[in-house]
């Protein structure tokens, strides 16, 4: 059975730092992309970030780029977010989000983690 | 960057209605769009990818349709197990966008 679990979410200053992880089991992590979606509370979904399961090409949203970093540890199956300078608007629930198909980069999502809560406020 | 939207942003309806959302996309996106339920407090489950295809496990009262710039999914018969928030994905590209949902309450 696919799980992933995120950890590391809390309260935060603006200006301060975060690292998100993601552990993954029942499935071979090393095959898929993977993916970090957030979700502002009482708001819709936003796409935050995917790092391939190849070459380990990583891709951003316009609203994180320079500040956040995705990456990955095969060996470990876990999927990290590095989260810099953040803002209030980074306020959010972030899941880990499995993409669907093994061995490409699809960009959909068929499983998810429970995620965890950023709060970024002085 | 394409720009996703969805119609209604709420719909009320009784269990047995059938229903039909409606998701737009700013560009053609072909058949690049998934759907996902998602209820209060629970991560989004994947419904529907490729437009019209049913994901494994998914009961067969939801179908997806449309290509090009603008999208249906169908609940054929609403169970009490339906009532959530719905949202269409493009994956169309290497920034994958999401509309800003579909919520479906009970009338």
């Known amino acids: 059975e696919v799980h992933l679990l995120e950890s590391g979410g809390g309260l935060v200053q603006p200006g301060g730092s975060l690292r998100l992880s993601c552990a993954a089991s029942g499935f071979t992590f090393s095959s898929y992309a993977m993916s970090w979606v957030r979700q502002p509370p009482g708001k819709g979904l936003e796409w935050v970030s995917t790092?391939?399961?190849?070459?380990?090409?990583?891709y951003y949203a316009d609203s994180v780029k320079g500040r956040f970093t995705i990456s990955r540890d095969n060996s470990k199956n876990t999927l990290y977010l590095q989260m810099n300078s953040l803002r209030a608007a980074d306020t959010a629930v972030y899941y880990c989000?499995?993409?669907?198909?093994?061995?490409?980069?699809?960009?959909?999502?068929?499983?998810w983690g429970q995620g965890t809560l950023v709060t970024v406020s002085s | 960057d394409i720009q996703m939207t969805q119609s209604p942003s709420t719909l009320s309806a009784s269990v047995g209605d059938r229903v039909t959302l409606t998701c737009r996309a700013s560009?053609?996106?072909?058949?690049?769009l998934a759907w996902y339920q998602q209820k209060p407090g629970k991560a989004p489950k994947l419904l529907i990818y490729?437009?019209?295809s049913l994901q494994s496990g998914v009961p067969s009262r939801f179908s997806g349709s449309g290509s090009g710039t603008e999208f249906t999914l169908t609940i054929s018969s609403l169970q009490p197990d339906d009532f959530a928030t719905y949202y269409c994905q493009h994956y169309n590209s290497y920034s994958p966008a999401f509309g800003p949902g579909t919520k479906v309450d009970i009338k």
């Open positions: 790092i391939s399961d190849s070459d380990g090409s990583t």
């Open positions: 989000a499995k993409d669907s198909m093994r061995n490409r980069l699809d960009l959909y999502f068929d499983y």
């Open positions: 490729k437009a019209s």
């Open positions: 560009q053609r996106i072909s058949s690049w």
